[in-house]
């Protein structure tokens, strides 16, 4: 069972705007950055978000994060089918011994 | 452009010791302060870190592993590699390699990821 928990799964059509939750406590979310990475089927994850809201070059600005207290979301804009992923959050927590911990992923399905 | 690539037996006997090297290219282990990590996924499931290496050799493990996890660091020869003992079938994993941007930063590069599995 992950500390940083999200739904495991989440749909959308062409278009849509989805969000994905990634939940959390004041050890980790709460008082630390919040990551977010892409796994495309059967390829290495990528970054997608980092420092609770930052894009790496070359990431659309469909893609954007926000962090309220102990929570994080990712939101996806104007949806397409190549973004039918797992989506993972990831935070540092203070309590162990200052390692990342991942969500459990998000499987995103592009209806 | 960083690349890294994993490398190692893609089979290991249950209680033995699974060793994996990450080669990194597009850049020195040494230069940037970064830090060098592993990660790993089993199928199906999430991901979970594994440990991290500093090129000066110092390292921090997931306390999870900690006690069977080593990694270390050939600076002349670009890698990193890891060494998980008394293995057994929860260990079977899609093990990645990744940088770290800085310490307790994000993962900017990673491997393509190499499947280890424990069997006999």
Not at chain 2, 46 to 60: A, M
Not at chain 2, 67 to 73: C, Q
Not at chain 2, 79 to 100: P, W
Request: glycine residues 10%; aromatic residues 10%.
């Amino acid at each position: 069972q992950s500390v940083l928990t999200q739904p495991p799964s989440a749909s959308g059509t062409p278009g849509q705007r989805v969000t994905i939750s990634c939940s959390g406590s004041n050890s980790n979310i709460g008082n630390n950055y919040v990551y977010w990475y892409q796994q495309l089927p059967g390829t290495a994850p990528k970054l997608l978000i980092y420092r609770n809201y930052q894009r790496p070059s070359g990431v659309p600005d469909r893609f954007s994060g926000s962090k309220s207290g102990t929570s994080a979301s990712l939101a996806i804009s104007g949806l397409r089918s190549e973004d039918e992923a797992d989506y993972y959050c990831a935070a540092w927590d203070n309590s162990l011994s200052g390692h990342v911990i991942f969500g459990g992923g998000t499987k995103l399905t592009v209806l | 452009q960083v690349q890294l690539q994993e490398s190692g037996p893609g089979l290991v006997k249950p209680s033995q010791t699974l060793s994996l090297t990450c080669t990194v290219s597009g850049g020195s282990i040494s230069n940037g302060g970064y830090y060098w990590s592993w990660i790993r996924q089993p199928a199906g499931k999430g991901l979970e870190w594994i440990g991290r290496i500093y090129t000066s050799g110092s390292t921090h493990y997931s306390p999870s592993l900690k006690s069977r996890v080593t990694i270390s660091v050939v600076t002349s020869k670009n890698q990193f590699s890891l060494k998980l003992t008394s293995v057994t079938a929860a260990d079977t994993a899609v093990y990645y390699c990744a940088r770290e941007f800085q310490l307790l930063s994000h993962f900017d590069y990673w491997g393509q990821g190499t499947l280890v599995t424990v069997s006999s």
